[in-house]
């Protein structure tokens, strides 16, 4: 009947944080098994079929590229912890992208993987800041970023004592907020460093394959050191005694044990599990969440004469609102991403034209619509997206050509990203409130993943990484 | 163990952590933090890597002990004797 099993440490969650935590600790000799719910890996990151064309759920780009050689960096820091030759991600650059505020985009900064392009662009568009810029970019890289403790401060107090341009300091945060940050308007100066080089100073890669690559060697890596993994069976409740989760009971009812348990699904979401307080009404916290609309197209974006351009922030006025929408979705700013336009070599492009916009969304507004209100509504806020984004971009030939070249269509919401990561409130970037340490009620439940604060696809997996060696490894 | 071996050891473990350093100039008088971009994480892998490969213990109050090649070889060689001893 219930079959038990014992583990040094259980691992809920096989999302980037997850993995990255496991290959650390099997590496180590832990016996580790990871325990995920739905039938694919990746989590927040994962990947999906329609029709047999192939889809990434959240990767537009993984940021903090450096290239060979630059060393101390976050992807180096991460490819070594996990044992990872860099080749093995075999990532490709970006070629170039935008941040564009105004009604037609008018105030536009361009930047690479190379930051002497930004500065120069910020200089240009803005003369009066270019000293102010440049002690912000001295505060960026002297501040130190990966202590687990530090105190918070505000970053746009921050920004404000450098630079005094509200539309520069609003296009500053545009892009560091989409990718991202957890609470509206403001952050913390130490995500805003963590961002800003994470983009600015560093830059964006992607495979040619997308995801997969990148979670087909995690789970290499997990596999050939010993890990275990049981899909299409999560966790169901943690059985706590004495301060100390004592069981696991999974999806289908059976008890394992552990030492340790690492969770990857969230702070609420994890205390949801805990036995002991499954009685404690869980209130819905406010969260930031995203739809996104992808056109599959017959050609390469470029030929419909959209560009090179990577990825796209855009905000149709001076003033940037990062802020949980009222209506469904606020389609005055948001990220255009073309797949496409990575440097993938001089022979090879992507088989097919991939468009993908992403705007804030409000969970509540989509969570209880009843399903033929839910279908039409993602109907008129896709075209509604699209729209705003199209402002932002080359106009067409012909006010059709998009609508001839596209294939097919897709779009998550909200509700899309609650029903397969199980995160609350359709959130991407976790709670407002970060568990730094990766604490919980209980002495050996940790967590890791967005709510424990690293945020992106390098910072998941840095956050996986960082609590297996700080709750487990260290301790001998 | 010789000295040298120990010293060796140690290289081979970080050759396994940071493939990307280049290990050809090291010199063992100098602290290894100012001859490679080895941070506390590495450090923190050199004293896993000992114990899982050859079943050292270094407790945490003797990390600075492993500064150098030539302070990990005189901290280091006296514990692999003492474990060859036991075999």
Same mark, same amino acid.
């Given at each position: ?6 583990? %040094? ?51 537009? &780009? ?21 044992? $990872?030759? =860099? ?22 900064? =361009? ?12 200089? &240009?568009?803005? #003369? ?11 505060? @960026? ?8 403790? &530090? ?5 746009? /107090? ?48 992607? #495979? ?30 943690? $059985? ?13 009812? %059976? ?7 690492i969770s990857s699904i969230g702070a609420a979401e994890t205390d949801r599990l805990v036995a002991e307080q499954a009685h404690a009404p869980t209130k819905a916290p406010r969260t930031l969440s995203f739809v996104e609309t992808i056109s599959i197209l017959n050609?390469? #974006? ?20 990062? @802020? ?10 948001? @990220? ?10 001089a022979d090879r492009v992507l088989p097919e034209g991939i468009f993908r916009v992403t705007c804030l969304a409000n969970y509540d507004r989509w969570a209880r619509q009843p399903e033929n209100d839910y279908q039409a509504d993602k109907v008129r806020w896709f075209? /509604? ?15 059709? &050509? ?11 919401? #909200? ?62 | ?10 290289l081979d473990i970080i050759a396994d952590i940071a493939p990307d350093e280049d290990l050809s100039n090291v010199k063992p008088e100098v602290r290894l933090r100012d001859q490679l971009q080895l941070d506390s994480m590495d450090f923190l892998d050199i004293v ?10 270094? *407790? ?17 060689? *006296? ?9």
């Amino acid at each position: 009947m219930n079959t038990r099993s014992h583990y %040094d440490v259980a691992i809920i969650g096989a999302g980037m944080s997850g993995l990255a935590a496991g290959i650390r600790l099997a590496h180590f000799g832990k016996k580790v098994c990871i325990f995920e719910r739905h039938n694919a890996v990746g989590g927040l990151n994962s990947f999906y079929s329609i029709a047999g064309r192939k889809f990434d759920v959240g990767l537009h &780009a993984m940021t903090n590229f450096v290239r060979p050689g630059v060393k101390g960096t976050p992807l180096g820091k991460l490819l070594r912890q996990l044992r $990872i030759d =860099r080749d093995e991600f075999a990532l490709c650059e970006q070629k170039q992208s935008r941040i564009a505020f105004g009604p037609r985009g008018e105030v536009s900064l =361009r930047f690479t993987n190379d930051f002497t392009a930004f500065e120069s662009e910020v200089v &240009a568009a803005f #003369p009066a800041q270019a000293d102010g810029f440049r002690k912000l970019v001295t505060a @960026v890289r002297t501040f130190d970023d990966v202590s687990l403790d &530090a105190a918070p401060v505000s970053a746009r /107090e921050v920004v404000r004592r450098h630079i005094s341009d509200p539309l520069l300091e609003d296009m500053l945060f545009c892009p560091l907020m989409y990718y991202g940050s957890a609470t509206e308007h403001d952050m913390e100066f130490g995500q805003f460093v963590i961002m800003f080089k994470a983009l600015f100073l560093e830059g964006f890669a992607r #495979p040619f394959e997308g995801v997969r690559v990148v979670l087909r060697v995690l789970l290499e890596k997990f596999r050939a050191a010993g890990g275990e993994r049981r899909m299409k069976c999560g966790v169901r409740e943690i $059985i706590a005694h004495a301060g100390r989760a004592s069981a696991l009971v999974l999806d289908g009812g %059976d008890e394992i044990t552990a030492d340790h348990v690492i969770s990857s699904i969230g702070a609420a979401e994890t205390d949801r599990l805990v036995a002991e307080q499954a009685h404690a009404p869980t209130k819905a916290p406010r969260t930031l969440s995203f739809v996104e609309t992808i056109s599959i197209l017959n050609r390469q #974006p470029a030929e419909l004469g959209w560009g090179n351009d990577t990825i796209i922030f855009f905000n149709d006025s001076s003033r940037f609102d990062y @802020v949980q929408p009222i209506e469904q979705v606020d389609p005055r700013s948001g @990220v255009i991403c073309i797949p496409n336009n990575f440097d993938y070599g001089a022979d090879r492009v992507l088989p097919e034209g991939i468009f993908r916009v992403t705007c804030l969304a409000n969970y509540d507004r989509w969570a209880r619509q009843p399903e033929n209100d839910y279908q039409a509504d993602k109907v008129r806020w896709f075209a /509604e997206v699209q729209r705003s984004a199209r402002r932002f971009l080359p106009p067409l030939a012909h006010d059709d &050509a998009l609508a001839v070249a596209t294939v097919t269509t897709d779009m998550f919401t #909200p509700r899309t990203i609650t029903k397969f990561t199980g995160h609350f409130g359709g959130a991407i970037y976790g709670a407002t409130v970060k568990h730094r340490q990766g604490r919980t009620s209980l002495d050996n439940l940790y967590l890791c993943g967005t709510d424990q604060g690293f945020l992106g696809i390098i910072g998941a997996m840095l956050s996986g990484i960082s609590m297996a060696n700080y709750h487990i490894l260290q301790k001998g | 163990m010789t000295k040298d071996e120990c010293k060796q050891v140690v290289l081979d473990i970080i050759a396994d952590i940071a493939p990307d350093e280049d290990l050809s100039n090291v010199k063992p008088e100098v602290r290894l933090r100012d001859q490679l971009q080895l941070d506390s994480m590495d450090f923190l892998d050199i004293v896993m890597e000992l114990r899982k490969r050859h079943g050292i213990e270094v *407790p945490e109050k003797d990390y600075q002990q492993l500064a150098s090649l030539d302070s990990c070889a005189e901290y280091l060689t *006296p514990k692999f004797d003492a474990l060859a001893g036991k075999g």
